[in-house]
């Protein structure tokens, strides 16, 4: 079952936070965080495993709620280059393909 | 490692023809997976291959589309026959067993007329 993505669309100006959330009805293994450039394929930002484990990339964090089965992705100090749809994508246990939300696409304007 | 390499970037068929998408996974990874991208139905997984042998198509619309992997650095997606409706981004992507990572090819944009 596909995951539940918010919000859909955010509009930032650089330097701006933003917060992107994920939450599935089943119980997860891991949930991975994508973006994707207009034209281009996904690219990995980071991976969570379930034990409530938050992870960091540059400005770009993750925390992993394994009890609500949700998880966040916070952009910190956005910079142009954070433009794109971001993808949070769900794994269960033993299962090893991955769901994709709807994706949320993130601009960040000068 | 070049990563994952699919072919051809760009098909333009007509509706009835047969397409064949390929894909080459990174060298080593044991999982392959082919995914449709659509802005009606996002990103979709169709079939996943686990050393060579397919383990869940469930997501594989209809029998008009098939999948193989013959060997571990080759796949196919075919659609015989095509549709307008199966106009979309495929992507390929390839894991190794080891991590979750999921390395994703450029795609392979259909377009049925």
């Known amino acids: 079952q596909q995951p539940v993505q918010s919000p859909q669309a955010v509009i930032l100006r650089e330097g701006e936070d933003a917060v992107i959330n994920c939450s599935s009805s089943?119980?997860?293994?891991?949930v991975h965080w994508y973006r994707q450039k207009h034209g281009e394929a996904p690219v990995f930002l980071m991976i969570?495993?379930?034990?409530?484990e938050q992870k960091g990339h540059d400005k770009i964090s993750a925390s992993f709620n394994e009890k609500k089965q949700q998880s966040s992705l916070y952009l910190t100090a956005s910079q142009l280059s954070y433009s794109g749809t971001y993808f949070c994508?769900?794994?269960?246990?033993?299962?090893?393909?991955?769901?994709f939300g709807a994706g949320t696409t993130v601009t960040v304007r000068a | 490692d070049a990563g994952v390499i699919q072919s051809p970037r760009h098909e333009v068929t007509e509706m009835g023809q047969e397409v064949t998408l390929r894909c080459k996974p990174i060298s080593g990874h044991d999982y392959l997976f082919w995914y449709r991208q659509t802005m009606m139905r996002g990103l979709e997984l169709l079939i996943y291959f686990n050393n060579n042998v397919p383990i869940d198509d469930s997501g594989m619309p209809e029998d008009r589309f098939s999948a193989k992997m013959p060997n571990a650095s080759f796949s196919t997606l075919k659609i015989q026959p095509s549709e307008p409706r199966d106009s979309a981004v495929y992507f390929c992507?390839?894991?190794?067993?080891?991590?979750?990572?999921?390395?994703f090819g450029p795609g392979t944009r259909l377009t049925v007329l």
């Open positions: 994508g769900t794994e269960r246990e033993n299962d090893y393909k991955l769901s």
């Open positions: 992507a390839s894991r190794p067993f080891s991590a979750g990572e999921q390395f």
């Open positions: 969570l495993l379930k034990g409530g």
């Open positions: 089943k119980a997860l293994y891991s």
